[in-house]
Nanobody, 121 residues
Framework: QVQLVESGGGLVQAGGSLRLSCAASARTFSGYPRGWFRRAPGKEREFVAAITWNGGSTYYADSVKGRFTISRDNAKNTMYLHMNSLKSEDTAVYYC??????????????WGQGTQVTVSS
């Protein structure tokens, strides 16, 4: 069964950095565009960033632009989200997804279970 597994979440102070990883169990995912979403407590899931299958194009939510960087290593079947200058409002469960290059969650076919990121102020 195809799986996406996130890792790298944790507790960090405001202004700090974290790197999230999303490993795919199937080699075929190297050909899929992917994205990151997040769900903060009491809020709906929101788009964070997306990347095309070869990393040639990326797109970010305005709230993270200039602070977060999405990247991928297809040889390792892994996608990353480098998060810098973290703020308390970045606290959320972060999900990786595959199957689309879009801000709309319903276009993505595959989802991970999520990893918690908590930013303390």
């Amino acid at each position: 069964q195809v799986q996406l597994v996130e890792s790298g979440g944790g507790l960090v102070q405001a202004g700090g950095s974290l790197r999230l990883s999303c490993a795919a169990s199937a080699r075929t995912f190297s050909g899929y565009p992917r994205g990151w979403f997040r769900r903060a407590p009491g809020k709906e899931r929101e788009f964070v960033a997306a990347i095309t299958w070869n990393g040639g194009s990326t797109y970010y939510a305005d709230s993270v632009k200039g602070r977060f960087t999405i990247s991928r290593d297809n040889a390792k079947n892994t996608m990353y989200l480098h998060m810098n200058s973290l703020k308390s409002e970045d606290t959320a469960v972060y999900y990786c997804a595959a199957g689309a290059f879009s801000t709309a969650a319903n276009f993505y076919q595959y989802w991970g279970q999520g990893t918690q990121v908590t930013v303390s102020s």
